[in-house]
Nanobody, 118 residues
Framework: QVQLVESGGGSVQVGGSLRLSCVAS?????MAWFRQAPGKEREGVSC????????KYADSVKGRFTISRDNAKNTLYLQMNSLKPEDTAMYYC??????????????WGQGTQVTVSS
């Protein structure tokens, strides 16, 4: 079992930045960030492998978001810059899966809310 605890969400204005963190209780080779806006399906935002050598981003966040991890601290990060209103969603950390396959991840955090206002 891997427990995931997210933090760092909040309310920001358009163009602002936030840094999400996710602390894991154990090892997970592939970790990811997903998000879900009201009335929409959960979607993949970004994922990263253990070494950090492979990352993937949704087209909507490329160039604005950066995923990283500190394995010594068992922590996953998502640096979000140039935030837009359409980034407003609940953001979830996920572990032990692959890519953006929502059903493939075995562990999920409780989510942290990000709200971007104009």
């Amino acid at each position: 079992q891997v427990q995931l605890v997210e933090s760092g969400g909040g309310s920001v204005q358009v163009g602002g930045s936030l840094r999400l963190s996710c602390v894991a209780s154990g090892f997970a080779y592939c970790m990811a960030w997903f998000r879900q806006a009201p009335g929409k399906e959960r979607e993949g935002v970004s994922c990263i492998t253990w070494s950090g050598s492979r990352t993937k981003y949704a087209d909507s966040v490329k160039g604005r978001f950066t995923i990283s991890r500190d394995n010594a601290k068992n922590t996953l990060y998502l640096q979000m810059n140039s935030l837009k209103p359409e980034d407003t969603a609940m953001y979830y950390c996920a572990a032990d899966g692959y890519g953006f396959d929502t059903g493939g991840y075995n562990y999920w955090g409780q989510g942290t809310q990000v709200t971007v206002s104009s």
